[in-house]
């Protein structure tokens, strides 16, 4: 079916993007024929439209990608009937959601004082952008705080509300969303970056953010873990912690 013909409110909704439709059809034909991969596709796309069905219109906000090429990840895993161990697939959604960072990573590295300071800005300007649109879309990502360490080269940021969250709750796909927040993590690795996050909106009461650079002694005291429910936290080395999935 063309993405023009999809039957969704689009007053309210935004279609996903190319690079989620691509990603989608490399998962398919992973596992299935041509003939089959294209009904179940035909099948995510509907599954797609009917969660729009109840879900609070976003389609205003500046960075749309980030709310509406996951439901269509969501999608895709509620309607196949061969569901793959999600970490088998972490590198395939991280291309489609945050590929671009594997360029930036060539040339950017947050471990220097100058490059450190531009990924401030560019933090910032995103949590401004998110502390104006959340009065306009209520729904959207609500910010926590927003701090900058510029002595230590550390950034820290937290969302208390996640449209992503509120989705995996509301359909009761808590254990897909993992593969998503994941993403944050290789983002950073690519950057030469360390994220120490010990929570998520979906685990938790906000998710936290602290970014530095992997050669910041902080990001030395800390080990990524993978937790029971998949998702990807930080955990002081010196702390022995064991990790479960609430």
Same mark, same amino acid.
């Given at each position: ?38 009904? #179940?596709? !035909?099948?995510? =796309?509907?599954?797609?439209?009917? %969660? $729009?069905?109840?879900?609070?219109? +976003?389609?205003?906000v500046?960075?749309?990608v ?19 161990? #999600?970490? !088998?697939?972490? =590198?395939?959604?991280?291309?489609? %959601? $945050?590929?671009?960072?594997?360029? +930036?990573?060539?040339i ?83 950057l ?52 479960s999935?609430?």
């Amino acid at each position: 079916m063309r993405e023009k013909d999809l039957p969704f409110d689009r007053a309210k909704h935004v279609c996903y993007t190319k690079n989620a439709k691509k990603c989608v059809k490399r998962l398919l034909s992973r596992c299935y024929d041509e003939k089959t991969a294209a009904e #179940l596709w !035909e099948k995510i =796309q509907l599954k797609y439209c009917d %969660f $729009l069905k109840d879900e609070p219109a +976003l389609s205003g906000v500046k960075m749309t990608v980030s709310i509406y090429d996951p439901i269509l990840i969501f999608a895709w895993y509620a309607v196949v009937p061969d569901k793959p161990p #999600l970490e !088998e697939i972490q =590198q395939e959604i991280f291309d489609c %959601f $945050l590929g671009g960072f594997n360029k +930036l990573g060539k040339i950017f590295n947050i471990n220097r004082k100058l490059d450190n300071r531009l990924a401030n800005l560019a933090f910032k300007n995103a949590n401004d952008l998110r502390v104006r649109e959340i009065q306009d879309f209520p729904a959207s990502f609500r910010m926590g705080g927003y701090s900058y360490n510029k002595e230590n080269g550390v950034v820290r940021y937290s969302f208390t509300q996640c449209p992503n969250a509120e989705f995996a709750k509301r359909h009761h796909m808590e254990d897909v969303l993992p593969v998503m927040c994941n993403c944050d993590h290789l983002a950073m690795q690519k950057l030469h970056a360390a994220l120490i996050r010990e929570g998520t909106c979906c685990t938790s009461a906000c998710c936290d953010y602290c970014i530095v650079g992997d050669q910041n002694p902080i990001a030395a005291e800390y080990e990524l873990v993978r937790a029971g429910n998949g998702l990807w936290v930080s955990v002081k080395k010196d702390r022995d912690q064991e990790i479960s999935a609430s």
